[in-house]
């Protein structure tokens, strides 16, 4: 799933999806449910691709307030090409998994950025949401569920689906739960025909 990918592709229903991977885990939990979405949407004519958070150059918000007066962020770096790339989508599929309770760094520091995207970042886009985790019990996911949701709902993106992936530590292990894998490509599949 890649830029190449998206360029080449015509036989798509012009509806575009990005994917974003808050695990440093390449073919981890995360990326693999991510994919599944991706591929959903894909079955029904999107185009999509994919970015890993952990390997882009991106910042921490300085706190600097200056997007407040001109509009945009001060620190030059990758988070400009992620913004393009999601005002350009209708969906987004943002993972994280769940890290002492919260969101790992990365997705934190991705969504702290949120705050000096320019004008039109967010406009109205469907999210869904992808949180494995290794407790067995739903519940080690509220805090994190909590502030991807009120990041989503504070730039009044529309949540349309949250899948939650207890019991998964080893990375690849959310290949044996061919239950949320089904309920992953149908989430991804529902958002396109949702939208078209
Ligand atoms: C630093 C770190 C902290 C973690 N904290 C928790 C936790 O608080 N609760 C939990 O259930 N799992 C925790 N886990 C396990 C991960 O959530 C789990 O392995 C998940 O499937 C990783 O997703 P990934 O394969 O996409 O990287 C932690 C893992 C790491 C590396």
């Known amino acids: 799933m890649t830029s190449e990918r998206l360029d080449t592709m015509n036989d798509s229903n012009g509806m575009r999806v990005l994917g974003i991977v808050g695990s440093p885990r390449r073919g981890g939990n995360t990326d693999i449910l991510i994919d599944e979405v991706l591929a959903g949407a894909e079955e ?15 910042a921490f918000c300085q706190g600097c307030e200056t997007c407040q007066q001109t509009g945009e962020c001060v620190q030059q770096d990758d988070m400009q090409m992620i913004f393009h790339k999601m005002s350009q989508s209708h969906v987004l599929v943002i993972g994280s998994p769940v ?29 869904i949401l992808v949180v494995p985790f290794a407790a067995a019990n739903a519940s080690v996911a509220s805090h994190t569920v909590g502030i991807l949701n ?12 949250t899948l939650i992936v207890p019991g998964v530590w080893d990375s690849g292990a959310v290949r044996k739960h061919v239950n949320i894998l089904a309920k992953g490509r149908r989430a991804g599949r529902e958002a396109i025909e949702k939208l078209g």
């Open 150 to 161: 009120s990041a989503v709902n504070g730039s009044k993106l529309k949540l349309f689906e």
């Open 99 to 127: 890290y002492y309770n919260g969101p790992t760094g990365q997705s934190k520091v991705f969504i702290d950025r949120w705050y000096g995207a320019k004008k039109g970042t967010f406009a109205g886009q469907s999210v």
């Open 44 to 58: 029904v004519g999107a185009l999509v691709e994919k970015v890993f958070l952990n390997e882009v150059n991106m």
